[in-house]
């Protein structure tokens, strides 16, 4: 079970973030912009990652040696939300979510590089599978690709490696630091990187206080900053980066079945199918991993 909880755990963070764009697009129907919730998720999320540090430790935070890390995993978090809601200004969703999904190959390589070392066998077929599956599964193949801005191409790509690098960033651990007080340090900084270049206004002039907003905010904050942010802390060193960007492709799969169930959006058998390809395309490498460490285990007992 040991073997397999870490994996999980990166699997379930990334399902979070497939439900956030439903919520954004609720939170759109009732009235609001798509920057203002995007707004309410970063700002709630660090009220509830200081409500929590409050609530669990007994000790002012301090950051120890591990400053840069931590900058750059608030950077990247704040930067992909950011570039991200660009890319949906220009991008049809189908194809914005195409461009996003690009982060399994480019965090795959990000870790080669960093690494100094080849991608496997077993990470190329699962990346090739990954690749197939979302165009499947976004539903792309009627999408007309003729007349769309170019910087729409630029924004998807560049959340793409935006949220590569956050989740190599992950696998670097703060020596003295708990995940609670990373938490509270990553969220803060991205919340200021938000609140630069999106919608702080809704603090001052009461908006993000209204009831719904509020409940918007509050449900953005848990699933896309507090859960996967602690979730992927403790796992991601563990795992790797390379796994781990191929398992956060999860998070189309959920994202095309939560539009499904509360948007009441299309469903093709041709996304039917993509999704069980990436299902499959997540599973390879995981269990070559798991096969690969019980091999050690024997050889060394």
Do not use: H
Not at 52 to 72: A, D, E, N, S, V
Not at 124 to 132: A, G, H, R, T
Not at 260 to 287: C, F, K, N, R, Y
């Amino acid at each position: 079970m040991k073997l397999w909880i870490y994996p999980l755990m990166v699997v379930f963070a990334a399902s979070c973030y497939g439900t956030l764009s439903t919520m954004v697009k609720l939170a759109i129907e009732e009235g609001y912009s798509a920057s203002e919730a995007v707004s309410s998720q970063y700002i709630i999320g660090f009220m509830l990652a200081l409500l929590l540090y409050i609530t669990t430790q007994r000790k002012l935070p301090r950051l120890y040696g591990g400053f840069k890390i931590i900058l750059l995993a608030g950077v990247f978090t704040g930067a992909t939300g950011i570039v991200y809601g660009q890319a949906l200004i220009y991008l049809p969703a189908s194809l914005a979510v195409v461009m996003l999904f690009q982060f399994t190959w480019i965090g795959t390589l990000i870790d080669c590089i960093l690494r100094k070392r080849w991608p496997t066998r077993t990470e190329v077929i699962s990346l090739i599978i990954l690749f197939i599956g979302t165009i499947l599964a976004a539903g792309v193949l009627d999408v007309d690709l003729s007349g769309i801005d170019l910087r729409g191409w630029i924004y998807g790509f560049a959340a793409a490696v935006s949220f590569s690098l956050n989740m190599n960033i992950n696998t670097k651990q703060v020596e003295g630091m708990n995940t609670t007080t990373r938490l509270l340090f990553v969220s803060f900084i991205a919340a200021i990187m938000i609140t630069m270049f999106q919608s702080p206004e809704i603090v001052w002039n009461g908006k993000l206080f209204t009831e719904s907003l509020l409940f918007y905010g509050l449900a953005l904050g848990l699933l896309g900053i507090i859960v996967p942010i602690y979730f992927f802390v403790i796992a991601v060193p563990k795992v790797g980066g390379a796994l781990s960007s191929i398992l956060s492709a999860m998070e189309l799969p959920v994202a095309v079945i939560v539009s499904v169930l509360v948007l009441s959006e299309a469903l093709s058998w041709l996304q039917v199918l993509g999704i069980i390809v990436i299902l499959i395309g997540m599973t390879i490498p995981t269990l070559a991993g798991i096969r690969s460490k019980k091999k050690q285990r024997r050889a060394i007992r």
